[in-house]
């Protein structure tokens, strides 16, 4: 340790001893120096700070002892007591300096330095005071973090708030009151509040208590205001505003917070608007309303209605159950039915048996449902009075089942209708062919005979039409779909139809794709839709008229169209076009026939076959027809098939037996069998046609179905038991010819079906594939 120098012994002779005790008593840090800067004096707080004793300290220079640097720069700075030395003033306080104690521990002070005056007014030293300034510092931290965290809570209230000083004047705003007002921070901090939006916010009343809230630290509490704003409209807001008392001596503020509950308010309008519509609802409801307690499952309420259809008041219904007043018979199904209802949220019984206070008893329709109110489960029963509806139901029900019955009747009527138009045609048919095959007959004769044979013909196609649209209507029509072209199917049609074109001279344009056409369908209903269309239109079309057929390829659709220059179709007729027994009006001078049915097949099998069809056309300019139908890709490429062989009729004379109980038709065909040089034999009941059978040994039996005493079905069965008839070529020949009927002649044995009228010609080619006699 180094000895004072003279100058530092003189320094300290200066300084009393009161003033000595007085230094190491205060609070703050004090160094003294003598006037070349080496230390004289530390009190406690220095040394405790510094980290040296004064024994230590005593004439150290005072940049060894104190060691202060910038904080931010953290590079040396000028101790005040130099220029305190240097000029012999007052140093005022430094900011931002760290102090090295001799440890090297850092610490915030602020420090200040005077200089001291000996007896002449010289300067013999300086006094250095400093203090640690971070508890400060912490405490200055704290109140900052308190503040950003009031303003983060401010910011991030979803309500609109203010912070207001002793002169209302805004000291801040949240986002939220920016937003909800559309105003800027510019044009709300720093203003005073009733100049807010150009005074919008100069509400009567409000200052006074926002001015009462500083005077007697009375609280706002949910002030409401209704006020009309100019620039967000008419709003309805609550106001709570309290007085913050400052620290530090600053002024007291108002903290605002402003709730706007306009949707709440007008969701509560809206709440008591629908509870009126409710209850009138519920009073002047058509239905029985019943509200239970899903508790207790006793009844709080019922409107006029229920207590109308029960007979009990409004006062005698309150407190009851369910099965008390006559629904579900006793408590223990009242019990399931609201186990059911807790378990699914909704319960319902269409046919639910009532019984009213004076016993009578009605069937209603129960409604039940779960909700809560006010926290409290309700359970609401709508009871409807079904009696006249189910009165009703009944009634309808029976009319649908007679109804039902006579559908069904009208089909076997139909049914029957086309066997019996059938039976007499097939002797005419084949009268008229018998009549073809003599020769040697005039012109007279001749014409004659082809006008028995069309009209034949078109009492044949009506026939088919009549018992086909009853097929369709019934759905027993079964679709045999291939792949087929559409024009062998145009030209088998238009070969059916030519006799009729030609009988009225038209003129018949039939236009083909150059590229075949392929479709996925049954080719013999197509070719129904094709001679339906164009019977259609010869039928209406005056004598030497023009009648067009054509088809091609449009997309990925084939499109077939009829167009004629025809009579045309009325605007009233048009939309109905396909109904069935639709015609056009007929008169005196223009008598068309049929019995409308064609067209309505036409669009019926159209619509099976997944196309469509429609009618286009101007009174007295003509129709057209025109058929949609989805194409499939072509098969591929294959060798043409060799043609295929018909059978000519002139093959071996054959032992032919015709069972027919019509014996104009069995003598009729029986002529056209001997004619192509047959032997025939005729029965006309069912047992005699199996006698003729053993007797006769036939190579083919022409069977008829409807046969008196035994049906044909059985005559086959019996004829097929028979060894020596094991051979004989069996062929149905009847009025029926459905699928089922098909398929049962195939089951008992026949070897064809063919439906009457008979076409001769395929009779002639079942006997010409019979070659070999059976042995007799």
Not at 359 to 382: L, M, T, W
Not at 657 to 675: C, G, K, P, T
Not at 741 to 750: C, I, K, L
């Amino acid at each position: 340790m180094t000895n004072p120098s003279p100058e530092s012994k003189e320094a300290l002779y200066f300084q009393p001893e009161w003033c000595r005790v007085t230094l190491a008593s205060i609070g703050d840090a004090v160094i003294t120096t003598d006037s070349n800067g080496g230390v004289t004096f530390l009190n406690p707080v220095a040394q405790s700070l510094t980290g040296w004793t004064l024994e230590g300290a005593a004439g150290q220079p005072l940049d060894s002892v104190f060691r202060i640097i910038n904080e931010e720069s953290r590079q040396p700075v000028e101790s005040p007591t130099v220029r305190a030395l240097r000029e012999g003033v007052v140093v005022g306080l430094a900011n931002h300096s760290l102090l090295i104690a001799k440890d090297g521990t850092e610490r915030p002070i602020d420090e200040s330095a005077a200089p001291i005056r000996n007896e002449q007014g010289e300067v013999a030293g300086v006094v250095l005071v400093f203090r640690d300034t971070s508890e400060r510092r912490r405490h200055e931290q704290q109140v900052q973090d308190a503040l950003t965290y009031a303003d983060n809570i401010i910011a991030t209230m979803r309500e609109p708030f203010l912070v207001l000083d002793k002169s209302l004047r805004v000291k801040t705003a949240n986002r939220s009151f920016y937003r909800t007002f559309h105003v800027t921070q510019e044009e709300t901090e720093g203003h005073y509040l009733y100049e807010l939006g150009n005074g919008q916010w100069n509400i009567p009343g409000l200052l006074t208590l926002l001015e009462g809230v500083l005077s007697n630290s009375h609280p706002i509490h949910d002030f409401g205001v209704e006020h009309d704003f100019p620039a967000i409209g008419k709003k309805i807001m609550l106001l709570n505003a309290r007085r913050f008392e400052s620290v530090d001596s600053q002024p007291d503020l108002i903290l605002l917070a402003i709730e706007d509950i306009t949707e709440r308010k007008q969701a509560e309008v809206a709440v008591q608007t629908s509870e009126v519509r409710y209850r009138r609802l519920f009073q002047t409801a058509k239905d029985g309303i019943l509200i239970l307690d899903a508790n207790t499952l006793k009844i709080i309420d019922a409107n006029p209605f229920m207590t109308e259809l029960l007979g009990y008041s409004h006062d005698e219904l309150l407190g009851k159950e369910l099965w008390e007043i006559g629904l579900f018979g006793d408590e223990r199904a009242s019990q399931a039915a609201y186990q059911e209802l807790q378990e699914k949220g909704y319960i319902r019984y269409d046919h639910l048996p009532l019984e009213t206070k004076h016993g009578e008893r009605a069937e209603v329709e129960f409604v039940s449902n779960v909700y809560q109110v006010d926290r409290r489960p309700i359970a609401q029963c709508n009871i409807r009075d079904i009696s006249e509806r189910r009165l009703l139901e009944k009634q309808i029900t029976e009319q649908a089942a007679a109804l039902a019955v006579l559908h069904r009747r009208k089909d076997e009527f139909l049914a029957m209708l086309s066997h019996e138009l059938r039976n007499p045609l097939a002797p005419i048919a084949n009268a008229v062919h018998v009549l073809r095959l003599q020769k040697g007959e005039n012109s007279i004769q001749q014409q004659a005979r082809e006008i028995i044979g069309r009209q034949v013909g078109q009492l044949s196609r009506l026939v088919d039409d009549l018992l086909e649209i009853s097929r369709i209507t019934t759905g027993r029509v079964r679709l045999r779909q291939e792949r087929v072209a559409v024009s062998g199917i145009v030209e088998c049609a238009v070969e059916s139809v030519r006799p009729l074109i030609d009988q009225h001279k038209h003129e018949l344009t039939v236009s083909l794709s150059p590229q075949p056409i392929w479709l996925y369908a049954d080719a013999a209903r197509l070719k129904q839709v094709v001679v339906n269309l164009l019977h259609n239109a010869a039928k209406y079309t005056d004598e030497g008229g023009h009648i067009w057929l054509t088809v091609q390829q449009e997309d990925d659709a084939c499109v077939l169209r009829v167009r004629d220059t025809g009579i045309g179709i009325t605007p009233e007729l048009l939309p109905r076009i396909f109904d069935l027994f639709t015609q056009a009006e007929r008169s005196l001078a223009r008598s068309q026939g049929g019995l409308g049915i064609g067209l309505c097949l036409v669009h019926r099998l159209v619509e099976m076959h997944r196309g469509t069809v429609m009618a286009y056309s101007a009174l007295g300019q003509g129709s057209e027809f025109v058929v949609r139908l989805p194409m499939v890709v072509s098969p591929a490429a294959q060798p043409p098939l060799p043609p295929k062989e018909t059978a000519e009729p002139t093959g071996p004379s054959l032992r032919v037996l015709v069972v027919e109980d019509n014996v104009d038709a069995a003598q009729s065909l029986a002529m056209l069998l001997q004619v192509s040089g047959h032997q025939v034999r005729m029965a006309h009941t069912g047992p005699t046609a199996l006698e003729a059978a053993l007797d006769y040994r036939p190579n083919v039996v022409l069977l008829d179905i409807s046969l008196p005493e035994m049906d044909g079905y059985e005559v086959a069965k019996r004829i097929r038991q028979q060894p020596v008839l094991h051979n004989v070529v069996l062929v149905a020949m009847t009025g029926y010819g459905r699928d089922a009927d098909r398929q049962r002649s195939q089951e008992v044995g026949f070897n064809a079906h063919l439906v009457k009228p008979v076409d001769f010609d395929k009779v002639q080619e079942i006997l010409a594939t019979v070659s070999e006699l059976p042995a007799r």
